[in-house]
């Protein structure tokens, strides 16, 4: 039986500073290099047939923490790649919400009708994820790890579940956190989402959802 653990890279200081990321290639800071190292403390027991992960800094770092207990080579996967914001990449929350005020309203009202300007539709996710998940499907049986981004994943969840992309903004992908789904009977089933139990050690108030 095939089962995907989702998980959302480490702590970054864009996340932080609230600072549109997409395809800008930031480090993680100090705290989401420990958020990944008791990630993979956590998971070090199980057992894992391999690891995925987006090209960039943030989640491949995070993935070749994990990796390590495990001795595995991490697949870097193109289409795991953030979602293209285009001009609002490397812009604050604030600046974005005052530059470009109607497109960010329809962001957080209909995030699936949006076309970011220079750059990707929820639809362009949509489709990457899914060559992704049917390649895992096709080549594995045994428990897959997929290091992402917050709008990889959520667009990912919603085409396993079978949930349009207005379901967005009702999934929640924290740093590290994780989501785990089985495949069975050619479906899959969600069976935790978005748990950061394993972080208390480096707790503090919750980010929003960015």
């Not at 089962?3 to 800071?29: C, K, M, P, S, Y």
């Not at 994820?129 to 895992?136: A, C, D, E, G, Y």
């Not at 929640?172 to 989501?179: A, K, L, N, P």
Request: hydrophobic residues 40%; aromatic residues 8%.
């Amino acid at each position: 039986m095939t089962e995907i653990i989702l998980v959302r890279h480490g702590e970054t200081e864009w996340n932080v500073a609230e600072v549109f990321r997409g395809q800008i290639d930031i480090d993680l800071n100090e705290a989401g290099v420990k958020q990944a190292e008791l990630l993979a403390g956590y998971l070090r027991t199980s057992t894992i047939e391999a690891i995925y992960s987006s090209p960039l800094k943030r989640a491949l770092k995070t993935a070749e923490i994990i990796a390590n207990p495990h001795k595995l080579k991490v697949n870097v996967e193109p289409d795991l790649i953030d979602f293209n914001f285009g001009r609002w990449q490397g812009l604050s929350h604030e600046a974005v919400k005052e530059k470009y005020g109607e497109l960010y309203t329809t962001w957080i009202t209909h995030p699936e009708q949006v076309r970011m300007p220079g750059g990707e539709t929820l639809d362009d996710v949509r489709k990457r994820v899914t060559r992704v998940s049917n390649k895992i499907i096709t080549n594995h049986g045994g428990t897959i790890i997929i290091v992402g981004h917050r709008v990889v994943n959520k667009v990912m969840l919603c085409a396993l579940l079978g949930l349009d992309n207005s379901h967005f903004w009702k999934i929640r992908q924290d740093t590290c956190g994780i989501s785990i789904l089985t495949y069975q009977n050619e479906q899959f089933v969600l069976t935790r989402h978005n748990d950061t139990s394993f972080l208390r050690p480096v707790t503090r108030a919750p980010l929003p959802d960015f």
